[in-house]
């Protein structure tokens, strides 16, 4: 078991441009999670997955985002049109839908600058 | 709608005295409650997690939470503060347990002084 893992770590780019980043889940975990965490804030959820299907976004998410889950393994989380207001660190989580193995467990993140 | 507050963005303690981290949540529901702990540059790691069973959990690192109704808290201790203790916390209250998404506070910075 290698943890969830998301690619970059780190992430700078010019404001307008789109970033893609990657989250790859515990092997077998059919949840997948989205948050946004800002400086000196709590994460605060963007979207979930429950295989392919995307079950809820929040609010937060403008039209300018967009994430998916084409094969119900990895997701990406796609931003366009970069705002200096789009960063932070993006963190994927993942758990297994089954019984009590609801702990949702974190990547590293990806800490997005733009500038 | 779900929220959890918690009291002190920053907590200093000496190291081997208690350590004692506040939260206070509100939900429409029985509460599902739980406590991460962030160190610097890594993800979030669960320590503790209260599911409506008994009302004193135990987590990881000796750390522990009580449930209390009454006061609409569950907060965090340890009998004696480690310098590896230091780092981010974070509270955390969903509806559905940790199936669905998780409403996290804005979290407490615990420093250890030697």
């Known amino acids: 078991d290698t943890g969830v893992s998301q690619d970059p770590r780190h992430k700078i780019t010019k404001r307008g441009q789109n970033v893609t980043f990657r989250c790859d889940p515990i092997?077998?975990?059919?949840?997948l999670y989205w948050y946004r965490q800002t400086l000196g804030q709590g994460p605060e959820f963007l979207t979930y997955f429950q295989n392919e299907a995307q079950l809820e976004k929040s609010r937060l998410l403008s039209d300018r985002f967009s994430a998916e889950r084409p094969k119900g393994s990895f997701s990406t989380l796609e931003i366009q049109r970069t705002e200096q207001g789009d960063s932070a660190m993006y963190l994927c989580?993942?758990?297994?839908?089954?019984?009590?193995?609801?702990?949702?467990?974190f990547g590293p993140g990806t800490r997005l600058t733009v500038l | 709608a779900q929220s959890v507050t918690q009291l002190g963005s920053h907590v200093s303690v000496s190291e081997g005295a208690l350590v004692l981290l506040r939260c206070n949540y509100s939900s429409s529901v029985p509460p599902y409650l739980f406590w991460y702990v962030q160190y610097p540059n890594q993800g979030l790691q669960l320590l503790l997690k209260?599911?409506?069973?008994?009302?004193l959990v135990k987590g990881i690192n000796g750390f522990e939470a009580e449930f209390k109704k009454s006061e609409t808290s569950f907060h965090l201790t340890k009998p004696s503060a480690h310098m590896s203790d230091a780092a981010e916390y974070f509270c955390a209250v969903s509806d559905g347990g940790g199936n669905t998404p998780l409403v996290f506070g804005k979290g407490t910075r615990l420093s250890v002084i030697a």
């Open positions: 989580a993942s758990n297994l839908l089954a019984g009590d193995q609801d702990t949702q467990y």
């Open positions: 209260y599911t409506s069973a008994a009302t």
């Open positions: 092997s077998e975990h059919n949840r």
